[in-house]
């Protein structure tokens, strides 16, 4: 994925400890090595259910973003997304169930909120089109890597948790991301100094956020 010569794998290697932190956080490495908390990954779960029904609407302010472009070619690619969320949904009912985990009666833990807070700030029609498809990018990017690397030669993942791992570290999902980078990179290419800053903002924002969601899912912060 890096190493193209775009703006996006540029900054993935300006930003490579922070990248990293997010994406071979101690949780993923947990999963990978087979010494994952099962109270850590069943708390992950009913946290991540709940950030990706906020995930929706974020996507769907992209989406309007999208549309409201003179070109409006990326619109499929957002939409395929949007569609995969819904099998997302259901996917994340079914594994609750498998592992007990009722949630209805969850409530979203404060690094959760905090990351739901910042997605909700795209319904603002201020923020671009540029900023919103590169921080969709990064965020999906980040889940991409971690699980890939679960699924990796020489795992231990437990034989229970490797559903979880495929559907984000699957070959799939991996050119989907790409094809998200690709987005990226154009619009950014095309955007002024202000907002390609603003992009850049937003990516180290989200690995922030990402570190904080499993950071969250390991210790009940
Ligand atoms: C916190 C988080 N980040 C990313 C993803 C991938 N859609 C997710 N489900 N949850």
């Not at 997010?22 to 708390?43: E, M, N, Q, Y």
């Not at 791992?165 to 100094?193: T, V």
């Amino acid at each position: 994925m890096e190493g193209d010569g775009g703006t996006a794998a540029a900054w993935m290697a300006t930003h490579r400890g922070m990248y990293e932190r997010a994406t071979r956080h101690p949780f993923t490495v947990s999963i990978r090595d087979g010494s994952v908390d099962l109270a850590a990954f069943k708390r992950w779960l009913g946290q991540d259910y709940m950030f990706v029904r906020e995930f929706v609407a974020f996507l769907a302010s992209v989406l309007l973003k999208c549309c409201k472009q003179s070109d409006s070619s990326d619109m499929e690619t957002i939409l395929g997304g949007l569609a995969s969320l819904s099998d997302e949904l259901s996917w994340f009912k079914k594994e609750a169930a498998k592992w007990s985990v009722d949630l209805a009666g969850i409530s979203p833990l404060s690094s959760n909120m905090e990351y739901c807070r910042f997605l909700q700030s795209f319904d603002d029609p201020e923020i671009s089109y540029t900023v919103a498809i590169t921080t969709f990018w990064i965020i999906e990017t980040v889940y991409q890597d971690s699980f890939a690397s679960c699924i990796e030669e020489g795992n231990k993942t437990p034989a229970e948790l490797l559903g979880t791992c495929q559907r984000w570290g699957s070959p799939e999902f991996k050119q989907y991301c790409q094809s998200l980078q690709r987005i990226a990179d154009r619009c950014l290419a095309n955007a002024p100094p202000d907002v390609v800053k603003n992009a850049e903002e937003a990516f180290l924002r989200v690995l922030e956020l990402e570190i904080g969601f499993w950071d969250m899912s390991s210790s009940q912060s």
